[in-house]
């Protein structure tokens, strides 16, 4: 009887060991990928939900899920908006601080004199693109924390901005520090090997060539960030492309940003049904420095022509063209809005006097057609009117002749394509789900079919990097099967 309680105490000693090993082996059953989740939370610093629902397959996401590089040091992002008080150029204003207000569209516009529509209108900086882009990027559907899911990698590195600081500095070796500690980061990143980055893109909002110095002359413009090895690697989407196969061109941010569908709606519908009393338009100021430059042409034809309104953007001018209830009021009634070139080949005007319902005139193909190739029409004749530059140089008075000309039904019907066109070159409201795709959306959509025929490429056999970074010299001109009527 003494050893009943020795009998006892092995029995329980066995159940506890068998009870013991079914659940270790029940708990290594479970698929490592598990506990793969639980790692990302306890090495980043995430929203816990945003990555369980990003873990769960969403079908309208496939091959659209984009990873964003949130582990970015701050001195290329969020430390240049802090210190916005050094950034100073492009604007008339001491710095550019009010312009990162809501979400990087400004202050929101007021009192407009009925020019425009409440609560859409902000006073937006042109050079914020890559700041509002950011923004949009976080509220971006398919926005994934894993990368092994994403389609393609976005770097959220300003670099337009962190260009405007050092520019003009006589020392390259501190123009060009930020781009090369920027792809440094970048290929020690295990994503960077996925294909050697070839999928991560970058927004900039300044034209590209501010990022193409070919030399290390001082006076040389530009830094090199484009010419670094890593960097060729990847896209960079910004106002205006260069004439290499990987600097693509997106919408230059205007000040309209609707948050709902009916504000969108609304303002298309009234401008379909504004009178136009000029024929044309044009706003800007001379560039006589610029020899090439067709502007004075421009303008003196304008001032000859009765049916011309021009707004004078130079010192002391007719007009405050900062002020954009004052310049959409003259786009507004106008038929014709002329954009020739001016420190570049593109203007912000061009997507002004889109939203004005105005018909874009351009004089180089440069100026929209070779860049925005994801957000405006092929054939560029049925929402705008070409002028060659040496018809509207060498011939006075031909504008005016050549707008006269068009009939009244073409003239409607482009009218009506560029009031089409306002939410393909609009960036509404981060906070907004519009049903109609905008400007952000198909700059995504765009991306993402750019890196998947990369991914295509690489499937069957080939070499990705041909063709993917190289110089198409015939950018700036008709390409053969364009259409030019």
Known sequence: M????????????????????ALCIIFLSFDYSTFSGLNILLNKKVDPIGVLNNSITDSSCFGRYVYMHDDLPEKFNSDLVRNCRFLTRGTDKPNLCMYFENYGFG????????????GSWFSTNQFLLEFIFHNKMKRYKCLTNISSQA??????FYAGLDASLHLWDSNLTVRDASAKELVSWLARKPEWAKMWGRDHFLVAGRISWDFRRQTDEVSDWGSKLRWLPESMNMTMLSVEGSSWNNDLAIPYPTNFHPAEEIDLVQWQNRMRKLDRPYLFTFAGAPRPDQQSSIRGKIIDQCVASSKCKLIDCSLGGNMDCDNPSSVMRVFQSSVYCLQPGGDSYTRRSTFDSILAGCIPVFFQPGAAYSQYLWHLPKNHSSYSVYIPVRIADDMPGSIEEILLGISKDKELAMREEVIRLIPNLSYAHPRSRLETEDAFDLSIKGILERIE??????????????????EDSYKYTFHQKQEQT
């Open 151 to 156: 389609s393609a990698v976005y770097v959220p």
């Open 2 to 21: 003494e050893k009943l309680p020795t009998v006892k105490c092995s029995q329980e000693l066995w159940f506890a060991l068998l009870i013991s090993s």
């Open 107 to 118: 202050p929101e516009i007021q009192n407009s004199e009925g020019v425009l529509s409440n």
């Open 453 to 470: 025929d990369v991914r295509k490429v690489i499937r069957e056999g080939n070499d990705p990097s041909i063709g993917f970074a190289d």
